[in-house]
């Protein structure tokens, strides 16, 4: 280390926070409401350091400016203050420290004692003092003058879009048509071979878990794993340098935009999973690398009977305090800039429930809310909350308010149990086919508040959930005991790979099952990367530590039947406005119709369900009718057009059940259009159906279209 100033120091701004590059010089600006003191520690290509003192501070900002010093400069803090764990206090400055608000970081975490700022108890006695800087990651200084060229948000509606998970690793690291140096990178992932792949599917948004920089756990480092997933931020401005072919020297900014920039193009939006609900220090006996020791008490919820311990709603270890101004600003700050300056359009909040934690419920008048609502830059994209965490009272499905849209739990859950052969009843399953108006509509929300999955990247694979009754995670170093502990018995005989044809047919059926039933619900389906093509991670169901082929997609192996039967459902779909609403369907007359309703369910004998039969937990074969001549839209050249109606047939059962199709006035006969027995859905040939009785197949959905005589 150098001592020595390498550049004169101005007293510089304290806003903005973070390092900022004006041409000639750089300002640094750090809040700290706790530091005696803060150096700012400037880094040589050979590693070589030298200190800042930062003597200037404005309403706790710990400020600089520093001539010279541009875009490329590797920087961190190293914050002066008192160790005493015992009032949440862990100031130590032998540990090198990240900027919350860099660009860009480069380096990684290396698993050493020096990661730690304690010498023997996490909980009090002396600071550690070795020098972390070694091990640790760094910021860098960058300034990005991206041609954008007029990209503008797509501003898909919601009763449009298809949400697309990927991990933006995953999705092309095995990919054959993908350069080797681009795959599994930004760049990979913005690359024609997989980008045609998205748009042929229908998709219209890609939901990339999580992007912002992360680093892996001691206890994986300690088990030879590293974190995959991404669930462990460090910087909530930084995209993740692992994922850029162009390095982590700031290349990484240039390369996300570039990513963003071309699906745009390709007319696909972009969506981020964020986790600002805790961080990548975990608790009391985690690491200290950027927050715990820039002013723990200031940025953490610390629990009110022992400081020295973290109040832990997340199950990683801490929470971030949403409470505290400083925190509410990052978090917003990060929003904006991911807005603004990458062209994001849309957020899904980790555990969003426990950034709705006032003091400790949840709740709906927080400020997290309040300064989202009123933002003019945040609050016009796409929010989604994963609307639980693992605190009490923590599943909050429903419960969030305008404009926020949810993942819905209870659609995953309902579906699944359906196809399992669980008798869940019609009730509920008919609202989660129809936009969860029960959770959704009491507040103003309308069915696009749903968005609903079967499948996410946490669990089984849509193959894998008919194939296994019992996990295999022994992969990940913990005795099989992480990950969801139970899988409904699926009736598919076999558990695992078989050679058996039946059972190998009537799996693959029941995912066509699961997908057809998602992609023909009101609401906004979720995919899974990899199920649309029959992905397995042969029964791991909590992969976030498998950074290899078991949890990437497999491009050799491609099931093209369902690619293309999954292609088949979307653009019905995206023909049929009666099938992804904007309103709730109200069971209403319509007019002129003859006495057919907007939204109508029969029972096997063709008529339409009674009270009784409203309430029957074991009726598994429902018809439900859906009427598309009360929505009027135009087609390419303005002229207005009547929308297709559908009867949507599903028997869970396992036996095929006679039904009766209705007649006039519902319909004068059907079309097959959709049919779960077909490898991809598409009948061997068009298929008219006349009302009347017929045998609907076992385990089977069959979309039909009316058909009216003119």
């Not at 032998?94 to 860099?102: E, G, N, R």
């Not at 993942?407 to 989660?432: F, I, M, P, Q």
Request: with cysteine; hydrophobic share 35%.
């Amino acid at each position: 280390m150098i001592e020595h100033p390498v550049a004169e120091v101005l007293p510089g701004s304290p806003t903005p926070l973070g390092a900022h590059w004006d041409g000639t010089g750089t300002n640094f600006a750090l809040w700290s409401a706790g530091a005696h003191a803060v150096d700012l520690c400037l880094f040589d290509a050979d590693g070589t350091e030298h200190r800042q003192p930062l003597t200037e501070t404005t309403h706790q900002v710990w400020h600089g400016r520093l001539a010279g010093i541009g875009p490329g400069q590797h920087y961190g803090y190293r914050v002066h203050g008192p160790w005493d764990p015992s009032s949440g206090q862990r100031f130590n400055p032998a540990k090198l420290l990240l900027d919350p608000y860099a660009r860009a970081v480069d380096g990684d975490v290396r698993l050493d004692p020096a990661l730690f700022a304690y010498a023997d108890s996490p909980d009090g006695g002396a600071p550690d003092g070795r020098d972390s800087a070694p091990v640790v990651p760094r910021g860098v200084v960058v300034h990005d003058t991206f041609p954008w060229d007029g990209d503008r948000p797509l501003r898909t509606s919601w009763s449009d879009t298809v949400i697309y998970e990927v991990h933006v690793k995953g999705a092309t690291a095995r990919h054959p048509d993908v350069p080797p140096h681009l795959r599994g990178t930004y760049a990979g992932l913005a690359h024609p071979a997989f980008v045609e792949h998205l748009r042929s599917l229908g998709v219209t948004a890609v939901e990339l878990l999580p992007v912002h920089h992360f680093v892996s756990e001691p206890h994986l480092l300690r088990r030879g794993l590293t974190n995959y997933w991404g669930y462990n931020t460090l910087g909530y401005f930084a995209p993740h340098a692992a994922y850029s072919s162009a390095g982590g020297a700031g290349g990484q900014v240039t390369e996300f935009k570039t990513m963003v920039k071309a699906l745009h193009a390709a007319g696909i939006e972009v969506i981020l999973d964020v986790v600002y609900n805790h961080t990548a220090e975990g608790d009391h006996t985690g690491p200290t690398l950027s927050l715990k020791g820039i002013d723990n008490p200031g940025y953490y919820r610390l629990d009110g009977m022992n400081p020295a311990r973290y109040t832990d709603y997340t199950g990683c270890g801490n929470t971030l305090d949403v409470r505290r101004p400083a925190v509410l600003a990052l978090l917003m700050d990060s929003l904006r800039y991911w807005v603004t300056e990458m062209h994001v359009d849309g957020f899904r909040f980790d555990l969003a429930s426990a950034l709705a934690r006032s003091m400790h419920d949840v709740d709906r008048l927080s400020a997290f809310f309040d300064v989202v609502h009123q933002d003019p830059v945040v609050s016009t994209v796409k929010l989604i909350a994963e609307p639980w965490d693992v605190g009490p009272g923590g599943y909050q499905v429903g419960n969030f308010p305008p404009p926020w849209t949810e993942w819905n739990g209870k659609y995953r859950d309902t579906v699944r149990d359906v196809w399992a052969g669980a008798k869940v009843g019609v009730r509920d399953l008919a609202y989660r086919l129809t936009g969860s108006s029960d959770l959704y509509r009491s507040d103003g929300r309308r069915p696009f508040a749903s968005i609903n999955f079967v499948t996410a990247h946490d669990g089984f694979t849509m193959a894998d959930l008919v194939a296994y009754e019992h996990k295999r995670n022994e992969a990940n170093g913990e005795d099989n005991r992480d990950g969801e502990s139970h899988n409904r018995n699926w009736n598919c005989g076999v558990e695992g790979p078989t050679g058996d044809p039946e059972i190998v047919a009537l799996r693959e059926r029941q995912v066509r099952n699961l997908l057809a039933t998602l992609l023909l619900s009101t609401g906004v389906p979720m995919l899974t990367a990899g199920d649309e093509l029959g992905r397995t991670q042969l029964g791991n169901n909590n992969a976030y530590c498998q950074d290899n082929e078991l949890s990437w997609l497999d491009w050799s192996r491609v099931d093209g039947d369902l690619r293309e039967f999954v292609t088949t459902l979307l653009r019905l779909r995206r023909s049929s406005p009666v099938l992804r609403q904007e309103a709730f369907f109200e069971g209403h007359e319509i007019p002129g119709s003859g006495g057919t309703r907007d939204l109508a369910w029969f029972s096997p004998a063709g008529v339409q369900l009674t009270s009784a039969d409203w309430f029957d937990g074991e009726l598994q074969t429902i018809g439900m009718y859906l009427d598309g001549r009360g929505i009027r839209h135009r087609d390419a050249y303005g002229r207005p057009v009547v929308d297709d109606s559908f009867l949507v047939q599903l028997n869970a059962g396992a036996e095929p059940v006679p039904v009766t199709l209705p007649g006039p006035p519902w319909a004068d006969g059907y079309e097959l259009v959709v049919s779960t027995e077909y490898p991809t859905g598409t009948p061997p040939e068009p298929a008219f159906v006349a009302p009347g009785e017929l045998e609907l197949p076992a385990r089977c959905v069959w979309a039909l279209r009316v058909l009216r005589r003119p």
